[in-house]
């Protein structure tokens, strides 16, 4: 027999998933005759007639233990937008379970018995104890008003419907394995997925994740299983439905990095929720090359540094042997948008083009071909020339610091006229280019004008004023120093933020071998040759040793900026990714990460979830949408519930919903109804508000 110990390894680069403790035999035997006890005295909400449907309110109660796995599906939650409450097991304070916690005999609003939660997520299935009045209670909830549970990190044992491991099954470590969505999981909760699930093996040295796959018993339906010996299969997620209940087991370790949990999350949700939700969620991919038509200064490998930084001693950068895409990479780009199906964003520098035409005889074959393709893709302002556009800068010290008034000793910066003419002549540009712009959208060159630390602790003051004067909208800022949407200036006119993930593809490399050098310089000890960098920062680590020139990129940094790239796009994060126009110049070695992004999530999702590829506008009015729904679910300003195959959602005026419901769901109209959301991954959704004349939503979810 199976020793029924749960182990869960460290994982490479992510936290440490948590170990539920066991139950013993004899408790959850006692358990499951006590549930028994229950079902012949509480009646199901089935049982009743229609007119006696509950009120379930779209909330998931999550039971937290502080362990990875509850963590995982409690990030999925709040990342998608449903809102949950938490009951801390380690809060010495917190609520008992018991009834009047889960749910009302009469709600006030509808009369009708009330359930307070549409699912229950637990760390594993006895997480109370097996003859404990809270068992007791949530038994009898789940049981009266039909509510499923999620067991987020159990082992296999009859108790949840499974064989032991030791009767033909599996338990070890799973790094490398493949597992399969059932026929029964794609035609449910895990539509999304198009069959094959890789367990990530990112360190051979390290095990990452473990698991227990087990022969299904009666009452179990497997919706992910893998082989094990003898040609047989056991399942690691499924549905065991036994006395009047329904629980999602799931019994292998993770964490809300791992890619195997990313690609599940959804369906581990939908399942909960039975697909009728609060929030929504989609997978995300838009890439902005910067530096269109201009220029890039290229690393030095002999310095390491780039020539025309202040910290590099000699030479200007341009005048050494810059990076600059050629007609031809033009043309590659056009056809690889064609054939990969993902459009490009251009943030191009019109007057940077006009100066190389200028210093090369009055021609640019460049400009000339990207022209010619101009419908092709997407535009975005970068201003005319690429300034520095927050204070003036004092290059005097290294590094540069703000320059200041001799007299007052105030900050000098770039003046609002200044800034409002770099966007105002790039947009004529394009106009007389015949290129479309969005006025509505800028990037500043390095993101200048916004806050830059140290140096620059706040906003350039003449920065909003001159968005305000040019129309500009959402202005992007880097993620990795402002992950969250804000506001630049006050009052109706106020730019947002739109936050953009940099790819570790640097602007200043037009080859592999350079790439890997300055990656190399970045991330290895001073005794290996590097800078040392990465020791001095508690927040990075050093590679064992430098990469190979000739094969580190390929081998090494491609595959991880893809990993890295996939996990955005996985985790409902619309944020674009950017990257320089020196990345598709050259040696272009930006297309390796993007044609492995594209295959690996390709071969991960079924036809139903494509790739939705915003623009920047796009992403600043998500970004916006999401930030007014979390407030409003914060401050308890939503009502949302269903009876029967009604759901009634109500919100604070102007705030936008987020709903998740199954393919057939109509709107309700003042008069009629019409078909609700849009079609992704299999179900409807979208952001939506009550219709003419209502202050709620209404929708009706299909009978059949």
Known sequence: MDSGRIRTPRTARTPRAHRPPRTPLSGRLAVLAAAGLLATVVPSAQA?????????????????????????????????????????????????????????????????????????????????????????????????????????????????????????????VLDGARAYVTPAGQGGPFRHLRGAVDFEDNDPSVSESYGYAGRPRAGYTSYLDMPVAGGARASLIGEYAHDGRRELVVSFAYNRYQRQFRALARGIVEWLTQGVHLGQERNYLSVHVDDVLAPDARWDTARNCTPGDLDCPGG???????????????????????????????????????????????????ATRLLADRAQYRWVNHTYTHPFLGCVQDNTTVPWQCAKDPVTGAVKWTSRSEISAQIRDNLNWALGKGVSVDRTELVTGEHSGLKTLPQQPADNPNLAGALADNGVEWTASDNSREPQQRSVGTGSLAAQTVPRHPMNVYYNVGTAAEMTDEYN????????????????????????????????????????????????????????????????????????????????????????????????????????????????????????????????????????????????????????????????????????????????????????
């Open 48 to 172: 009743g007639a229609a007119e006696q449907a509950p009120r379930v309110d779209l909330t998931v109660l999550v039971v937290d233990d502080g362990g990875s796995a509850v963590e995982a599906i409690t990030a999925e939650l709040k990342g998608s937008g449903v809102p949950y409450r938490t009951l801390d097991l380690n809060d010495a304070n917190r609520p008992t379970l018991t009834a009047a916690f889960l749910s009302e005999p009469s709600d006030p609003v509808t009369g009708r018995p009330r359930a307070k939660y549409q699912g229950v997520v637990l760390p594993h299935e006895a997480v109370f104890g097996p003859d404990s009045a809270e068992q007791a209670a949530l038994v009898a909830y789940e049981k009266t008003f039909g509510i499923p549970q999620v067991d987020a990190y159990t082992w296999a044992h009859p108790g949840v419907g499974l064989d032991y491991t030791s009767d033909g099954g599996y338990s070890g």
């Open 521 to 704: 310089w970045i991330y290895t000890s001073r005794a290996d040759g590097g800078s040392g960098i990465c020791e001095s920062n508690p927040a990075s680590t050093c590679l064992p040793a430098p990469l190979d020139p000739a094969t580190g990129y390929a081998e090494h940094i491609a595959p991880q900026e893809a990993r890295t790239a996939l996990s955005h796009v996985m985790g409902n994060d619309p944020r674009p990714h950017y990257v320089h126009q020196s990345n598709l110049a050259e040696e272009r070695i930006l297309y390796p990460v993007l044609d492995k992004v594209l295959a690996d999530y390709r071969e991960l999702f079924a036809a139903n979830t494509p790739l939705v590829n915003p623009r920047q506008k796009d992403v600043g009015t998500e970004l916006d949408r999401r930030a007014a729904w979390e407030r409003a679910l914060a401050d308890g300003k939503v009502t949302a519930y269903r009876v029967g195959a009604t759901v009634t959602v109500k919100a604070p005026s102007g705030v936008d919903v987020p709903l998740t419901a199954p393919e057939g769901t109509r709107k309700q109209l003042l008069l009629g109804t019409t078909a609700f959301g849009t079609a992704y991954a299999g179900t409807r959704s979208a952001w939506t508000g009550p219709e003419l004349l209502q202050t709620s939503i209404t929708l009706k979810l299909p009978t059949t």
């Open 316 to 366: 200007d950068g341009e005048a050494e042997n810059p990076i600059r895409m050629t007609a031809a990479d033009a043309q590659y780009a056009a056809a690889w948008q064609k054939s990969s199906g993902l459009l490009l964003d251009l943030v191009y520098n019109g007057g940077q083009g006009e100066q190389w035409k200028t210093e090369h005889g009055g021609t640019d074959p460049l």
